[in-house]
């Protein structure tokens, strides 16, 4: 009997999601090699995207208007070589709203990667400047180079 309620379940699970409503919506464009967007706790109706080249824009999701200047822009220390390296990562402190704080991650032109904390003071632009490299190992390939940074549950960086 569990066995059939197993199956049962799993048959309508997939039936549902088979049915669900699933596309794609244009919020913004214009940008050079966007890989990564996302939204810090407690911003609403915007969104910021990442470029690896090295600059993170702020967009509005209402009009899709992109703002004037990048959020931050370290273009001047990012190596794009190969197909792997650039601006990478992006994580926004759990206390972003308060704290202004954020940490990436990219592969730099002395073939290292850099973790690097910035603090933005307004959430609407960052003086690249102000950096402070948390972590710098070698990185001496083109590809390879994983970059994804993110706060888990007990509020560490990974």
Same mark, same amino acid.
Request: charged share 30%.
């Given at each position: 009997?569990? =066995?059939?309620?197993? %199956?049962?379940?799993?048959?309508?699970?997939?039936?549902?999601?088979?049915?669900? +409503? &699933?596309?794609? $919506?244009?919020?913004?464009?214009?940008?050079?090699?966007?890989?990564?967007?996302?939204?810090? $706790?407690?911003?609403?109706?915007?969104?910021?995207?990442?470029?690896?080249?090295? =600059?993170?824009? &702020?967009? +509005?999701?209402?009009? @899709?208007? =992109?703002?004037?200047?990048?959020?931050?822009?370290?273009?001047?220390? %990012?190596?794009?070589?190969?197909?792997?390296?650039?601006?990478?990562?992006?994580?926004?402190?759990?206390?972003?709203? $308060?704290? @202004?704080?954020?940490?990436? #991650?990219?592969?730099?032109?002395?073939?290292?990667? =850099?973790?690097?904390?910035? &603090?933005?003071?307004?959430?609407?632009?960052?003086?690249?400047?102000?950096?402070? &490299?948390?972590?710098?190992?070698?990185?001496?390939?083109?590809?390879? #180079?994983?970059?994804?940074? +993110?706060?888990?549950? +007990?509020?560490?960086?990974?």
């Amino acid at each position: 009997m569990l =066995r059939k309620t197993t %199956v049962a379940a799993a048959f309508f699970a997939t039936l549902a999601v088979s049915h669900a +409503d &699933i596309g794609v $919506k244009e919020v913004a464009k214009g940008f050079e090699r966007p890989v990564w967007a996302g939204v810090p $706790k407690g911003a609403k109706d915007q969104l910021w995207v990442m470029e690896q080249g090295g =600059r993170v824009w &702020i967009v +509005d999701e209402k009009t @899709g208007e =992109r703002s004037s200047e990048p959020f931050l822009d370290v273009s001047q220390d %990012v190596t794009r070589r190969g197909n792997e390296e650039g601006l990478l990562g992006l994580a926004f402190a759990p206390d972003f709203e $308060k704290s @202004g704080r954020y940490y990436v #991650n990219y592969t730099d032109k002395e073939k290292q990667t =850099r973790i690097v904390r910035f &603090i933005s003071k307004d959430k609407k632009t960052t003086d690249s400047s102000t950096g402070e &490299i948390i972590l710098k190992y070698p990185s001496e390939f083109e590809n390879h #180079n994983g970059g994804w940074l +993110d706060f888990g549950p +007990d509020g560490m960086l990974y």
